[in-house]
Protein backbone atom coordinates (compact mmCIF):
# COMPACT_ATOMS: atom_id res chain seq x y z
CA UNK A 1 0.00 0.00 0.00
CA UNK A 2 1.34 3.44 -0.70
CA UNK A 3 0.69 6.42 1.12
CA UNK A 4 -0.66 9.36 -0.52
CA UNK A 5 0.39 12.29 1.07
CA UNK A 6 -2.80 15.33 1.99
CA UNK A 7 -3.47 17.44 -1.36
CA UNK A 8 -3.19 21.04 -0.69
CA UNK A 9 -5.60 23.69 0.07
CA UNK A 10 -5.53 27.34 -0.91
CA UNK A 11 -3.34 28.96 2.02
CA UNK A 12 -1.48 25.90 2.80
CA UNK A 13 2.12 26.67 3.30
CA UNK A 14 5.29 25.00 0.57
CA UNK A 15 8.81 25.21 1.70
CA UNK A 16 11.60 26.31 -0.83
CA UNK A 17 15.00 24.93 0.03
CA UNK A 18 18.50 23.71 -2.25
CA UNK A 19 19.02 20.42 -1.18
CA UNK A 20 21.33 19.98 -3.35
CA UNK A 21 23.22 22.48 -6.02
CA UNK A 22 23.71 26.45 -5.76
CA UNK A 23 21.10 28.91 -7.10
CA UNK A 24 20.74 32.51 -7.11
CA UNK A 25 17.61 34.20 -5.67
CA UNK A 26 16.91 35.84 -8.48
CA UNK A 27 16.34 32.50 -10.66
CA UNK A 28 13.53 31.57 -7.73
CA UNK A 29 11.68 35.03 -7.48
CA UNK A 30 9.03 33.75 -10.42
CA UNK A 31 8.04 30.51 -8.75
CA UNK A 32 7.58 32.49 -5.50
CA UNK A 33 5.52 34.40 -6.78
CA UNK A 34 3.73 32.03 -9.48
CA UNK A 35 3.15 30.17 -6.27
CA UNK A 36 1.91 32.82 -4.31
CA UNK A 37 -0.59 33.47 -7.11
CA UNK A 38 -2.00 29.90 -6.73
CA UNK A 39 -3.15 30.41 -3.37
CA UNK A 40 -0.30 29.55 -1.11
CA UNK A 41 2.30 30.61 1.35
CA UNK A 42 6.16 30.27 0.60
CA UNK A 43 8.70 29.67 3.17
CA UNK A 44 11.79 30.05 1.66
CA UNK A 45 15.09 28.37 2.91
CA UNK A 46 18.41 30.37 3.70
CA UNK A 47 19.77 27.58 1.05
CA UNK A 48 17.97 29.51 -1.48
CA UNK A 49 19.80 32.18 -2.71
CA UNK A 50 22.96 32.08 0.07
CA UNK A 51 25.86 32.84 0.01
CA UNK A 52 27.83 29.47 -0.56
CA UNK A 53 30.58 30.36 -2.69
CA UNK A 54 31.09 26.60 -4.07
CA UNK A 55 28.79 24.28 -6.08
CA UNK A 56 26.18 23.46 -3.06
CA UNK A 57 23.57 26.07 -2.07
CA UNK A 58 25.62 25.49 1.57
CA UNK A 59 27.14 22.90 3.24
CA UNK A 60 25.84 19.68 3.88
CA UNK A 61 25.14 19.97 7.35
CA UNK A 62 23.64 23.41 6.32
CA UNK A 63 21.68 21.60 3.40
CA UNK A 64 20.58 18.82 5.96
CA UNK A 65 19.52 21.16 8.94
CA UNK A 66 17.17 22.81 6.32
CA UNK A 67 15.45 20.01 4.73
CA UNK A 68 15.29 18.63 8.42
CA UNK A 69 13.32 21.15 9.59
CA UNK A 70 10.99 21.50 6.57
CA UNK A 71 10.60 17.86 7.01
CA UNK A 72 9.64 18.32 10.33
CA UNK A 73 7.41 21.63 10.30
CA UNK A 74 3.52 20.73 11.06
CA UNK A 75 2.61 23.99 9.02
CA UNK A 76 4.60 23.22 6.10
CA UNK A 77 2.26 20.93 3.78
CA UNK A 78 4.78 20.62 0.82
CA UNK A 79 8.57 20.91 -0.32
CA UNK A 80 9.88 22.32 -3.06
CA UNK A 81 13.07 21.39 -4.11
CA UNK A 82 14.41 25.04 -5.70
CA UNK A 83 16.61 23.03 -8.21
CA UNK A 84 18.67 19.93 -8.95
CA UNK A 85 22.43 19.69 -9.31
CA UNK A 86 24.46 17.09 -7.06
CA UNK A 87 24.33 16.67 -3.39
CA UNK A 88 20.81 14.85 -2.18
CA UNK A 89 22.97 11.95 -2.12
CA UNK A 90 25.40 13.16 0.35
CA UNK A 91 22.71 13.69 2.88
CA UNK A 92 20.38 11.20 2.57
CA UNK A 93 21.76 8.74 5.05
CA UNK A 94 21.19 11.95 7.59
CA UNK A 95 17.73 12.98 6.93
CA UNK A 96 15.53 11.20 9.54
CA UNK A 97 12.26 10.65 8.14
CA UNK A 98 10.16 9.91 11.28
CA UNK A 99 8.13 13.01 11.38
CA UNK A 100 7.17 12.80 7.66
CA UNK A 101 6.22 8.86 8.39
CA UNK A 102 3.44 10.22 10.48
CA UNK A 103 2.67 13.18 8.69
CA UNK A 104 3.56 12.52 5.01
CA UNK A 105 3.66 15.93 2.89
CA UNK A 106 4.74 16.59 -0.94
CA UNK A 107 8.64 16.22 -1.97
CA UNK A 108 8.87 18.04 -5.30
CA UNK A 109 11.86 17.73 -7.40
CA UNK A 110 13.65 15.89 -10.50
CA UNK A 111 16.69 14.90 -11.41
CA UNK A 112 19.23 14.52 -8.36
CA UNK A 113 15.98 14.61 -6.26
CA UNK A 114 15.70 11.19 -7.58
CA UNK A 115 17.89 9.94 -4.96
CA UNK A 116 14.70 11.07 -2.46
CA UNK A 117 11.83 10.11 -5.03
CA UNK A 118 13.64 6.29 -4.79
CA UNK A 119 14.54 6.59 -1.03
CA UNK A 120 11.82 7.76 0.60
CA UNK A 121 9.28 5.42 -1.93
CA UNK A 122 11.47 2.22 -1.34
CA UNK A 123 11.67 2.53 2.94
CA UNK A 124 8.29 4.36 3.09
CA UNK A 125 6.21 3.43 0.88
CA UNK A 126 5.15 7.14 0.63
CA UNK A 127 4.20 9.44 -2.93
CA UNK A 128 6.39 12.18 -4.05
CA UNK A 129 6.54 14.45 -7.04
CA UNK A 130 8.84 14.31 -9.35
CA UNK A 131 8.06 17.55 -10.92
CA UNK A 132 9.23 20.56 -12.42
CA UNK A 133 11.92 22.89 -10.06
CA UNK A 134 11.49 26.52 -9.94
CA UNK A 135 13.57 27.46 -12.87
CA UNK A 136 10.67 26.12 -14.78
CA UNK A 137 8.63 28.83 -14.16
CA UNK A 138 11.01 31.66 -15.53
CA UNK A 139 10.41 34.03 -18.44
CA UNK A 140 6.78 32.94 -18.48
CA UNK A 141 6.83 29.37 -18.65
CA UNK A 142 5.02 28.88 -15.87
CA UNK A 143 2.06 28.92 -17.99
CA UNK A 144 3.24 25.70 -19.82
CA UNK A 145 0.88 22.82 -19.26
CA UNK A 146 3.93 21.14 -17.73
CA UNK A 147 4.23 23.89 -15.02
CA UNK A 148 0.37 23.98 -14.69
CA UNK A 149 0.51 20.34 -14.32
CA UNK A 150 2.37 20.51 -11.05
CA UNK A 151 -0.37 22.95 -9.83
CA UNK A 152 -3.47 20.42 -10.57
CA UNK A 153 -1.10 17.64 -8.80
CA UNK A 154 -0.67 19.71 -5.73
CA UNK A 155 -4.60 20.20 -5.91
CA UNK A 156 -5.18 16.51 -6.12
CA UNK A 157 -6.41 16.24 -9.56
CA UNK A 158 -6.05 13.29 -11.62
CA UNK A 159 -3.79 13.88 -14.54
CA UNK A 160 -4.07 11.94 -18.27
CA UNK A 161 -0.93 12.71 -20.35
CA UNK A 162 -1.01 11.82 -24.09
CA UNK A 163 2.10 12.19 -26.44
CA UNK A 164 2.93 11.08 -29.66
CA UNK A 165 3.80 7.57 -30.98
CA UNK A 166 7.30 7.18 -31.69
CA UNK A 167 8.47 3.88 -34.16
CA UNK A 168 10.21 2.47 -31.73
CA UNK A 169 7.62 2.17 -28.92
CA UNK A 170 6.53 -1.06 -28.02
CA UNK A 171 2.44 -1.63 -28.08
CA UNK A 172 0.58 -2.54 -25.19
CA UNK A 173 -1.09 -1.66 -21.97
CA UNK A 174 -0.29 -1.81 -18.05
CA UNK A 175 -1.35 -0.57 -14.75
CA UNK A 176 0.69 -0.53 -12.32
CA UNK A 177 2.50 2.05 -9.82
CA UNK A 178 5.14 4.41 -11.33
CA UNK A 179 8.66 4.91 -10.08
CA UNK A 180 11.95 6.06 -11.58
CA UNK A 181 13.61 9.14 -12.57
CA UNK A 182 17.28 10.31 -13.81
CA UNK A 183 19.25 7.25 -15.19
CA UNK A 184 22.54 8.38 -13.33
CA UNK A 185 20.91 8.68 -10.04
CA UNK A 186 19.15 5.13 -10.38
CA UNK A 187 22.18 3.61 -11.82
CA UNK A 188 24.39 5.16 -8.71
CA UNK A 189 21.82 4.25 -6.15
CA UNK A 190 22.07 1.01 -7.06
CA UNK A 191 22.90 -1.42 -4.09
CA UNK A 192 22.56 1.35 -1.20
CA UNK A 193 19.54 1.79 0.77
CA UNK A 194 18.11 4.38 -1.68
CA UNK A 195 18.05 1.24 -4.35
CA UNK A 196 14.56 1.68 -6.18
CA UNK A 197 12.04 -1.27 -6.74
CA UNK A 198 10.97 -2.10 -10.38
CA UNK A 199 9.72 -5.64 -9.76
CA UNK A 200 5.89 -5.12 -11.25
CA UNK A 201 5.87 -1.48 -11.60
CA UNK A 202 5.95 1.04 -14.34
CA UNK A 203 9.41 2.86 -14.45
CA UNK A 204 10.32 6.04 -16.27
CA UNK A 205 13.96 7.08 -17.27
CA UNK A 206 15.05 10.61 -18.39
CA UNK A 207 18.48 11.62 -19.27
CA UNK A 208 20.42 15.17 -19.87
CA UNK A 209 24.15 16.05 -20.96
CA UNK A 210 25.59 12.08 -21.25
CA UNK A 211 28.15 10.47 -23.52
CA UNK A 212 25.48 7.62 -25.37
CA UNK A 213 28.28 4.58 -24.07
CA UNK A 214 27.81 6.07 -20.65
CA UNK A 215 24.23 5.85 -20.78
CA UNK A 216 24.32 2.38 -22.25
CA UNK A 217 26.76 1.08 -19.31
CA UNK A 218 24.26 2.58 -16.76
CA UNK A 219 21.10 1.15 -18.41
CA UNK A 220 23.28 -2.42 -18.42
CA UNK A 221 23.68 -1.62 -14.25
CA UNK A 222 20.21 -1.66 -14.26
CA UNK A 223 19.53 -4.63 -15.98
CA UNK A 224 21.88 -6.52 -14.94
CA UNK A 225 20.71 -5.82 -11.50
CA UNK A 226 17.32 -6.87 -12.09
CA UNK A 227 15.80 -3.94 -12.74
CA UNK A 228 14.41 -4.16 -15.88
CA UNK A 229 13.22 -7.35 -16.39
CA UNK A 230 10.03 -7.74 -14.71
CA UNK A 231 8.59 -4.51 -15.16
CA UNK A 232 5.33 -3.63 -16.20
CA UNK A 233 6.62 -0.83 -18.88
CA UNK A 234 8.92 1.40 -19.36
CA UNK A 235 8.41 4.93 -19.92
CA UNK A 236 11.65 6.68 -21.83
CA UNK A 237 11.67 10.45 -21.36
CA UNK A 238 13.75 13.32 -23.27
CA UNK A 239 17.07 12.62 -23.19
CA UNK A 240 18.46 15.72 -23.70
CA UNK A 241 22.15 17.01 -24.95
CA UNK A 242 23.46 13.36 -25.28
CA UNK A 243 27.43 13.43 -26.44
CA UNK A 244 28.75 11.53 -28.38
CA UNK A 245 32.38 10.01 -28.58
CA UNK A 246 34.94 10.20 -31.58
CA UNK A 247 34.68 7.15 -32.10
CA UNK A 248 30.61 7.14 -32.78
CA UNK A 249 28.86 4.99 -30.62
CA UNK A 250 26.47 3.97 -33.70
CA UNK A 251 23.34 3.89 -32.21
CA UNK A 252 21.00 6.59 -30.99
CA UNK A 253 19.50 6.87 -27.19
CA UNK A 254 16.17 5.06 -28.01
CA UNK A 255 17.87 2.53 -30.11
CA UNK A 256 20.08 1.70 -27.37
CA UNK A 257 17.67 1.35 -25.08
CA UNK A 258 15.14 -0.32 -27.30
CA UNK A 259 17.72 -3.21 -28.34
CA UNK A 260 18.38 -4.08 -23.99
CA UNK A 261 14.38 -4.31 -23.50
CA UNK A 262 12.82 -5.11 -26.83
CA UNK A 263 13.00 -9.22 -25.44
CA UNK A 264 11.40 -8.46 -22.22
CA UNK A 265 7.36 -8.34 -23.42
CA UNK A 266 6.45 -5.10 -21.94
CA UNK A 267 5.13 -2.16 -23.35
CA UNK A 268 7.79 0.54 -23.82
CA UNK A 269 7.61 3.62 -24.92
CA UNK A 270 9.84 6.97 -26.17
CA UNK A 271 9.83 10.42 -25.88
CA UNK A 272 7.54 11.01 -23.47
CA UNK A 273 7.33 14.16 -21.88
CA UNK A 274 9.56 13.80 -18.93
CA UNK A 275 13.18 15.19 -18.04
CA UNK A 276 15.18 18.14 -18.83
CA UNK A 277 13.46 19.74 -21.19
CA UNK A 278 10.41 22.11 -20.79
CA UNK A 279 8.36 19.22 -21.67
CA UNK A 280 8.06 17.87 -17.83
CA UNK A 281 5.26 16.44 -16.64
CA UNK A 282 4.53 16.29 -12.83
CA UNK A 283 4.74 12.48 -11.97
CA UNK A 284 3.60 10.67 -8.58
CA UNK A 285 6.50 8.27 -7.85
CA UNK A 286 4.47 5.52 -5.87
CA UNK A 287 0.90 6.48 -7.73
CA UNK A 288 -0.55 3.72 -9.84
CA UNK A 289 -1.31 4.74 -12.76
CA UNK A 290 -2.45 2.91 -16.98
CA UNK A 291 -0.02 3.27 -19.22
CA UNK A 292 -1.48 2.16 -22.78
CA UNK A 293 0.69 2.63 -26.07
CA UNK A 294 -1.25 2.40 -29.34
CA UNK A 295 0.14 2.58 -33.05
CA UNK A 296 -1.04 6.16 -32.52
CA UNK A 297 -0.57 7.79 -29.17
CA UNK A 298 0.59 7.21 -25.68
CA UNK A 299 -1.54 7.73 -23.01
CA UNK A 300 -0.95 7.66 -19.12
CA UNK A 301 -3.43 7.85 -16.86
CA UNK A 302 -3.57 8.37 -12.98
CA UNK A 303 -6.06 5.75 -11.57
CA UNK A 304 -8.50 7.24 -8.27
CA UNK B 1 75.20 -2.93 -12.01
CA UNK B 2 72.55 -4.52 -9.72
CA UNK B 3 69.33 -4.36 -11.04
CA UNK B 4 67.98 -3.49 -8.20
CA UNK B 5 70.28 -0.63 -6.88
CA UNK B 6 70.01 0.95 -10.19
CA UNK B 7 66.39 1.33 -10.54
CA UNK B 8 65.94 2.70 -6.89
CA UNK B 9 68.55 5.12 -7.31
CA UNK B 10 66.99 6.05 -11.27
CA UNK B 11 63.05 6.16 -9.59
CA UNK B 12 61.75 7.23 -6.13
CA UNK B 13 58.66 5.93 -6.77
CA UNK B 14 56.45 2.98 -8.46
CA UNK B 15 59.45 0.83 -8.61
CA UNK B 16 59.12 -2.92 -9.17
CA UNK B 17 61.41 -5.39 -9.61
CA UNK B 18 62.43 -8.96 -9.15
CA UNK B 19 63.30 -10.31 -5.70
CA UNK B 20 62.23 -14.39 -6.62
CA UNK B 21 60.57 -16.35 -9.28
CA UNK B 22 58.15 -18.43 -7.44
CA UNK B 23 55.60 -21.11 -8.25
CA UNK B 24 52.34 -19.93 -8.01
CA UNK B 25 51.40 -20.35 -4.61
CA UNK B 26 49.23 -17.88 -2.89
CA UNK B 27 49.16 -17.71 0.36
CA UNK B 28 45.82 -16.35 0.53
CA UNK B 29 44.16 -20.07 -0.26
CA UNK B 30 40.97 -18.77 -1.17
CA UNK B 31 42.10 -17.56 -4.09
CA UNK B 32 44.16 -19.38 -7.16
CA UNK B 33 46.93 -18.08 -9.29
CA UNK B 34 46.99 -18.82 -12.64
CA UNK B 35 50.19 -20.62 -14.05
CA UNK B 36 53.18 -18.62 -14.45
CA UNK B 37 54.20 -18.12 -18.58
CA UNK B 38 57.75 -19.65 -19.56
CA UNK B 39 59.47 -19.36 -22.68
CA UNK B 40 57.46 -20.35 -25.86
CA UNK B 41 54.22 -20.33 -24.44
CA UNK B 42 51.58 -18.39 -26.39
CA UNK B 43 49.66 -15.33 -25.04
CA UNK B 44 46.39 -14.42 -26.70
CA UNK B 45 45.46 -10.96 -27.72
CA UNK B 46 41.82 -9.58 -28.19
CA UNK B 47 39.37 -6.85 -28.01
CA UNK B 48 36.68 -7.24 -25.41
CA UNK B 49 35.94 -3.39 -25.74
CA UNK B 50 37.08 -0.63 -28.02
CA UNK B 51 38.35 -1.19 -31.30
CA UNK B 52 41.92 -1.65 -32.46
CA UNK B 53 44.17 -1.91 -35.58
CA UNK B 54 46.36 -4.35 -36.18
CA UNK B 55 49.19 -1.29 -36.81
CA UNK B 56 48.85 -0.29 -33.11
CA UNK B 57 49.53 -3.40 -32.03
CA UNK B 58 53.21 -3.70 -33.54
CA UNK B 59 54.83 -2.55 -30.26
CA UNK B 60 53.32 -4.79 -27.80
CA UNK B 61 53.51 -7.71 -30.16
CA UNK B 62 57.47 -7.13 -30.47
CA UNK B 63 57.49 -6.69 -26.92
CA UNK B 64 55.85 -9.56 -26.19
CA UNK B 65 57.95 -11.45 -28.43
CA UNK B 66 61.21 -10.52 -26.92
CA UNK B 67 60.06 -11.83 -23.78
CA UNK B 68 60.21 -15.04 -25.52
CA UNK B 69 56.67 -15.80 -25.93
CA UNK B 70 54.40 -16.28 -28.74
CA UNK B 71 51.50 -14.14 -29.74
CA UNK B 72 48.37 -15.37 -31.02
CA UNK B 73 46.06 -12.42 -31.87
CA UNK B 74 42.52 -12.76 -31.88
CA UNK B 75 39.59 -12.47 -34.22
CA UNK B 76 38.50 -8.97 -33.13
CA UNK B 77 41.69 -7.25 -33.73
CA UNK B 78 41.44 -5.23 -36.44
CA UNK B 79 37.60 -5.83 -36.52
CA UNK B 80 35.58 -2.55 -35.58
CA UNK B 81 31.71 -1.86 -35.04
CA UNK B 82 31.29 1.68 -34.23
CA UNK B 83 33.10 2.17 -30.67
CA UNK B 84 33.55 -1.42 -30.29
CA UNK B 85 35.87 -4.03 -31.54
CA UNK B 86 33.67 -5.74 -33.54
CA UNK B 87 29.70 -6.77 -32.56
CA UNK B 88 29.11 -8.34 -28.71
CA UNK B 89 28.52 -11.71 -30.30
CA UNK B 90 32.06 -11.45 -31.95
CA UNK B 91 34.03 -9.99 -28.80
CA UNK B 92 32.43 -12.16 -26.62
CA UNK B 93 33.00 -15.40 -29.22
CA UNK B 94 36.81 -14.49 -29.66
CA UNK B 95 37.13 -13.94 -25.34
CA UNK B 96 35.50 -17.43 -25.01
CA UNK B 97 37.71 -19.25 -27.95
CA UNK B 98 40.70 -17.47 -26.04
CA UNK B 99 39.56 -18.99 -22.38
CA UNK B 100 38.99 -22.39 -23.52
CA UNK B 101 42.11 -22.77 -25.76
CA UNK B 102 44.59 -24.54 -23.74
CA UNK B 103 47.84 -23.64 -25.70
CA UNK B 104 46.83 -19.79 -25.22
CA UNK B 105 48.46 -19.73 -21.49
CA UNK B 106 47.57 -15.41 -21.21
CA UNK B 107 45.08 -13.15 -22.39
CA UNK B 108 45.97 -9.56 -22.47
CA UNK B 109 43.03 -7.24 -23.82
CA UNK B 110 44.18 -5.30 -26.29
CA UNK B 111 42.94 -2.08 -24.90
CA UNK B 112 39.70 -0.44 -22.62
CA UNK B 113 37.40 2.00 -24.23
CA UNK B 114 34.17 0.79 -23.10
CA UNK B 115 32.44 -2.86 -23.75
CA UNK B 116 33.08 -5.68 -21.35
CA UNK B 117 29.87 -5.39 -19.02
CA UNK B 118 27.90 -6.29 -23.10
CA UNK B 119 29.80 -9.87 -23.00
CA UNK B 120 30.76 -10.64 -19.76
CA UNK B 121 27.38 -12.47 -19.27
CA UNK B 122 27.95 -14.38 -22.06
CA UNK B 123 31.21 -15.78 -21.10
CA UNK B 124 31.32 -19.50 -19.81
CA UNK B 125 34.33 -19.85 -17.45
CA UNK B 126 34.21 -23.75 -16.75
CA UNK B 127 37.57 -24.38 -19.24
CA UNK B 128 38.82 -21.27 -17.67
CA UNK B 129 38.55 -22.90 -14.12
CA UNK B 130 39.72 -25.88 -14.99
CA UNK B 131 42.92 -24.33 -16.40
CA UNK B 132 43.02 -20.74 -14.81
CA UNK B 133 45.32 -18.45 -17.16
CA UNK B 134 46.06 -14.73 -16.39
CA UNK B 135 43.54 -12.15 -17.27
CA UNK B 136 45.15 -8.85 -18.21
CA UNK B 137 44.31 -5.36 -18.74
CA UNK B 138 42.44 -2.34 -17.02
CA UNK B 139 39.93 0.43 -17.21
CA UNK B 140 37.12 -1.16 -18.71
CA UNK B 141 38.15 -4.46 -18.16
CA UNK B 142 37.76 -4.15 -14.11
CA UNK B 143 34.34 -5.77 -15.44
CA UNK B 144 36.82 -8.82 -15.75
CA UNK B 145 38.95 -8.86 -12.53
CA UNK B 146 35.68 -8.13 -10.63
CA UNK B 147 33.77 -10.45 -12.28
CA UNK B 148 36.63 -13.63 -12.02
CA UNK B 149 37.52 -12.11 -8.81
CA UNK B 150 34.43 -12.32 -7.66
CA UNK B 151 32.78 -15.29 -8.72
CA UNK B 152 35.56 -18.08 -9.90
CA UNK B 153 38.17 -16.72 -7.19
CA UNK B 154 41.15 -16.89 -9.56
CA UNK B 155 43.82 -13.90 -9.65
CA UNK B 156 43.60 -11.69 -12.87
CA UNK B 157 46.43 -9.15 -13.73
CA UNK B 158 45.31 -5.21 -13.41
CA UNK B 159 47.80 -3.72 -15.87
CA UNK B 160 48.72 -1.71 -18.71
CA UNK B 161 47.35 -3.33 -22.30
CA UNK B 162 48.89 -3.21 -25.75
CA UNK B 163 48.10 0.27 -26.79
CA UNK B 164 50.19 1.28 -24.27
CA UNK B 165 53.70 -0.06 -25.42
CA UNK B 166 55.59 2.47 -26.07
CA UNK B 167 56.52 2.40 -30.48
CA UNK B 168 60.36 3.47 -29.62
CA UNK B 169 61.37 1.12 -26.53
CA UNK B 170 65.03 2.53 -26.60
CA UNK B 171 64.06 5.54 -26.32
CA UNK B 172 61.28 5.25 -23.97
CA UNK B 173 60.65 6.64 -19.88
CA UNK B 174 62.10 4.55 -17.87
CA UNK B 175 58.83 4.90 -16.26
CA UNK B 176 57.76 3.05 -19.44
CA UNK B 177 59.54 0.39 -19.57
CA UNK B 178 59.26 -0.22 -16.26
CA UNK B 179 55.48 -0.73 -15.83
CA UNK B 180 55.77 -2.59 -19.16
CA UNK B 181 58.54 -4.66 -17.63
CA UNK B 182 56.01 -5.29 -14.60
CA UNK B 183 53.51 -6.96 -16.88
CA UNK B 184 56.20 -8.98 -17.86
CA UNK B 185 57.11 -9.94 -13.72
CA UNK B 186 53.81 -10.42 -13.12
CA UNK B 187 53.43 -13.15 -15.13
CA UNK B 188 56.40 -14.83 -14.60
CA UNK B 189 55.91 -15.11 -11.05
CA UNK B 190 58.20 -12.57 -9.94
CA UNK B 191 57.21 -11.53 -6.43
CA UNK B 192 55.98 -7.49 -6.59
CA UNK B 193 57.22 -4.92 -4.55
CA UNK B 194 56.00 -1.37 -5.13
CA UNK B 195 56.64 1.96 -3.54
CA UNK B 196 55.41 5.28 -3.71
CA UNK B 197 56.11 8.57 -1.90
CA UNK B 198 55.09 9.91 1.05
CA UNK B 199 51.70 12.34 1.50
CA UNK B 200 50.87 14.89 3.86
CA UNK B 201 47.24 12.89 3.44
CA UNK B 202 48.21 9.34 3.89
CA UNK B 203 46.53 7.74 7.31
CA UNK B 204 49.64 5.56 8.32
CA UNK B 205 49.87 1.87 9.26
CA UNK B 206 50.44 -1.51 8.13
CA UNK B 207 48.11 -4.30 6.91
CA UNK B 208 47.82 -7.36 5.10
CA UNK B 209 45.28 -8.72 2.72
CA UNK B 210 44.44 -9.64 -1.16
CA UNK B 211 44.38 -6.78 -3.60
CA UNK B 212 41.59 -5.63 -5.32
CA UNK B 213 39.87 -3.06 -7.25
CA UNK B 214 40.34 -1.15 -10.35
CA UNK B 215 38.73 1.44 -12.68
CA UNK B 216 36.00 3.41 -9.54
CA UNK B 217 33.67 4.87 -12.31
CA UNK B 218 33.51 0.27 -13.41
CA UNK B 219 32.98 -0.26 -10.19
CA UNK B 220 30.17 1.36 -9.40
CA UNK B 221 28.60 -0.07 -12.52
CA UNK B 222 28.50 -3.24 -11.20
CA UNK B 223 26.57 -3.13 -8.08
CA UNK B 224 24.03 -4.94 -7.70
CA UNK B 225 24.99 -7.04 -10.65
CA UNK B 226 26.81 -10.80 -10.07
CA UNK B 227 30.13 -9.38 -11.14
CA UNK B 228 30.42 -6.72 -8.04
CA UNK B 229 33.51 -6.26 -6.51
CA UNK B 230 33.87 -7.91 -2.69
CA UNK B 231 36.15 -5.61 -0.49
CA UNK B 232 35.54 -6.98 3.09
CA UNK B 233 38.83 -8.10 4.60
CA UNK B 234 40.90 -6.86 1.41
CA UNK B 235 42.97 -3.95 0.33
CA UNK B 236 41.15 -2.00 -2.41
CA UNK B 237 42.62 0.45 -4.87
CA UNK B 238 40.82 2.58 -7.38
CA UNK B 239 41.85 5.17 -10.03
CA UNK B 240 39.93 7.20 -12.28
CA UNK B 241 40.29 9.37 -15.65
CA UNK B 242 37.87 12.27 -16.93
CA UNK B 243 35.42 12.61 -14.24
CA UNK B 244 34.40 15.70 -12.55
CA UNK B 245 34.89 15.86 -8.67
CA UNK B 246 30.89 15.72 -7.89
CA UNK B 247 30.76 12.67 -9.55
CA UNK B 248 33.92 11.10 -7.74
CA UNK B 249 32.46 11.84 -4.77
CA UNK B 250 29.25 10.40 -5.42
CA UNK B 251 30.94 7.32 -6.91
CA UNK B 252 33.19 6.88 -3.55
CA UNK B 253 29.37 7.80 -1.45
CA UNK B 254 28.23 4.55 -3.88
CA UNK B 255 31.19 2.57 -2.42
CA UNK B 256 30.71 3.89 0.80
CA UNK B 257 26.56 3.26 0.64
CA UNK B 258 27.09 -0.23 -0.75
CA UNK B 259 29.26 -1.07 2.27
CA UNK B 260 32.58 -1.34 0.54
CA UNK B 261 34.45 0.35 2.83
CA UNK B 262 33.87 -0.41 6.39
CA UNK B 263 35.55 -3.74 6.77
CA UNK B 264 38.83 -3.00 4.55
CA UNK B 265 42.29 -3.94 5.70
CA UNK B 266 43.54 -0.44 3.27
CA UNK B 267 42.53 1.78 1.00
CA UNK B 268 44.99 2.75 -2.20
CA UNK B 269 43.99 5.99 -4.14
CA UNK B 270 45.72 5.70 -7.74
CA UNK B 271 45.70 8.30 -9.99
CA UNK B 272 42.79 10.56 -10.80
CA UNK B 273 42.40 12.64 -13.88
CA UNK B 274 40.12 15.63 -12.83
CA UNK B 275 37.64 16.87 -14.97
CA UNK B 276 38.21 20.63 -14.31
CA UNK B 277 34.68 21.78 -13.06
CA UNK B 278 32.54 24.12 -15.12
CA UNK B 279 32.82 27.42 -15.24
CA UNK B 280 30.86 28.97 -11.64
CA UNK B 281 30.05 25.18 -10.40
CA UNK B 282 33.60 24.89 -8.19
CA UNK B 283 33.24 21.69 -6.11
CA UNK B 284 35.23 23.10 -3.01
CA UNK B 285 36.31 20.16 -1.95
CA UNK B 286 39.56 18.23 -3.19
CA UNK B 287 40.13 14.54 -4.10
CA UNK B 288 41.68 14.45 -0.53
CA UNK B 289 38.72 15.73 0.97
CA UNK B 290 36.19 13.73 -0.76
CA UNK B 291 38.13 10.47 0.16
CA UNK B 292 38.66 11.63 4.03
CA UNK B 293 35.04 12.28 4.40
CA UNK B 294 34.28 9.10 3.54
CA UNK B 295 36.86 7.13 5.22
CA UNK B 296 37.72 8.93 8.45
CA UNK B 297 35.59 7.13 10.74
CA UNK B 298 37.93 4.21 9.95
CA UNK B 299 41.10 3.08 11.54
CA UNK B 300 43.10 1.38 7.60
CA UNK B 301 45.97 2.87 6.20
CA UNK B 302 45.17 5.08 3.29
CA UNK B 303 47.78 5.88 1.02
CA UNK B 304 47.25 8.78 -2.36
CA UNK B 305 48.61 9.16 -5.67
CA UNK B 306 50.15 5.37 -5.96
CA UNK B 307 51.46 4.41 -9.20
CA UNK B 308 47.95 2.91 -10.56
CA UNK B 309 45.82 4.80 -13.59
CA UNK B 310 45.29 6.22 -16.44
CA UNK B 311 48.97 7.47 -16.41
CA UNK B 312 52.72 6.67 -17.29
CA UNK B 313 53.65 5.02 -13.73
CA UNK B 314 50.87 2.48 -14.17
CA UNK B 315 51.98 -0.65 -12.86
CA UNK B 316 51.18 -4.05 -13.05
CA UNK B 317 48.68 -5.46 -9.82
CA UNK B 318 47.59 -8.86 -8.79
CA UNK B 319 43.69 -8.62 -7.99
CA UNK B 320 43.35 -11.82 -5.05
CA UNK B 321 46.79 -12.10 -4.30
CA UNK B 322 47.81 -11.48 -0.79
CA UNK B 323 49.92 -7.99 0.24
CA UNK B 324 51.48 -6.39 2.92
CA UNK B 325 50.72 -2.58 2.66
CA UNK B 326 52.93 -0.32 4.85
CA UNK B 327 51.79 3.28 4.89
CA UNK B 328 54.15 5.39 6.99
CA UNK B 329 56.16 8.50 7.43
CA UNK B 330 58.95 7.76 5.02
CA UNK B 331 56.50 6.87 2.23
CA UNK B 332 54.19 3.53 1.21
CA UNK B 333 55.77 0.13 0.55
CA UNK B 334 53.17 -2.54 -1.29
CA UNK B 335 54.62 -6.37 -0.92
CA UNK B 336 53.36 -9.14 -2.55
CA UNK B 337 53.05 -11.72 0.36
Known sequence: MIKIPPYLKKGDTIGITCPAGYMAAGKVQSCIEVLQQWGYKIEVGHTVGSGSATYFSGNDEERLAEFQQMLDDKNIKAILCARGGYGCGRIIEDIDFKKFKKNPKWIIGFSDITILHSHIYSNYRIATLHAPMAAAFN???????????????????????????????????????????????????????????????????????????????????????????????????GFSDMKDTTRPFGKTIYEIIFDIVKGYGYPVCMGFPVGHDKENYALKVGAGYHLNITQKKVVLREMP | MNRKHFLSSLLTTGVSFKILAAPPHNPDISFRIPQQLKPGDVMGITSPAGYITIEELQPAIEQIQSWGLKVRLGTTIGKRDFSFG?????????????????????????????????????????????????????????????????????????????????????????????TIVSIKDAITGVKMKYTALPHLKNRNGIAEGTLTGGNLKTIETLAGSRSEIKTAGKILFVEDTGEYLYSIDRMFWSLKRTGKLSELKGLIIGGFKIKPDDPGEAFGRTLYDIVWRKVKSYKYPVCFDFPVGHQRNNYALKCGVLHRLSVTANGVELLEV
Open chain 2, 86 to 178: GTDQERAQDFQRMLDDPSIKAIMCARGGYGSIRIIDQLNFSKFLARPKWIIGFSDITVMHCHINSNYKVATIHSKMCNSFPGDWLNAEPVQKE
Open chain 1, 139 to 237: DGEYKNEYVQSLRKALTGKSAKYTCKANALNIRGAASAQLVGGNLSLLAHATGTSSDIETKGKILFIEETGEYLYSADRMLYQLKRSGKLNKLAGLIVG
